[in-house]
C-alpha cells in the first residue's frame, strides 16, 4: 500500500493490477536502482528488452521518453521520504542515489513547482 500522491504530479503513477507487467517491472527497477544508475540501457537491460523496445513501450505507454518516467518515479519517491521519513532533503537526495543534492533540488521544483522544503512544509500531516 502506499499513501495516495501528495501533489498532482505523481497521480499518474500509480500502479493498479491491471497496469502491463513490464511497466511494473519498469518502477521496481528505477525505484531499486540509484537515480545516477537509473539509465536507459541499465533499464532495457534488467528488463530483458532492447534499450529501443523499452522506449517505444514507454512512449506508447505514457506519451513521453523513458527519462521524464524514471525522473518521476525517482522523485515521487523522494516526495515520499520527505513526508513520511525524519531524513533531511540531502540524506533523501543521498538515499536515492542522485548525483547531487543541488541537482535534485532543481529536479524536483522542476516537476513539484516547489523545493523539496517547501513540498514538505505543505504537505506534511
Keep these: 500500500w502506499r499513501p495516495r500522491p501528495a501533489a498532482p504530479v505523481f497521480d499518474g503513477l500509480a500502479m493498479t493490477p491491471e497496469a502491463p507487467a513490464w511497466l511494473r517491472r519498469l518502477r521496481a527497477v528505477v525505484e531499486r536502482l540509484p537515480a545516477s544508475e537509473a539509465t536507459l540501457d541499465r533499464l532495457a537491460h534488467e528488463l530483458g528488452l532492447s534499450a529501443r523496445t523499452l522506449a517505444r513501450h514507454v512512449q506508447a505507454a505514457t506519451g513521453g521518453p523513458v527519462g521524464a518516467l524514471v525522473r518521476r518515479i525517482k522523485l515521487h519517491q523522494a516526495a515520499e521520504r520527505l513526508l513520511h521519513a525524519d531524513q533531511s532533503v540531502g540524506q533523501v537526495s543521498?538515499?536515492?542515489?542522485?548525483?547531487?543534492?543541488?541537482?535534485?533540488?532543481?529536479?524536483?521544483?522542476?516537476?513539484?513547482?516547489?523545493?523539496?522544503?517547501?513540498?514538505?512544509?505543505?504537505?506534511?500531516?
Design 94 to 125: 543521498a538515499a536515492l542515489g542522485f548525483s547531487d543534492e543541488s541537482s535534485f533540488r532543481r529536479s524536483f521544483k522542476a516537476v513539484t513547482g516547489v523545493t523539496p522544503t517547501a513540498y514538505r512544509d505543505l504537505h506534511a500531516g
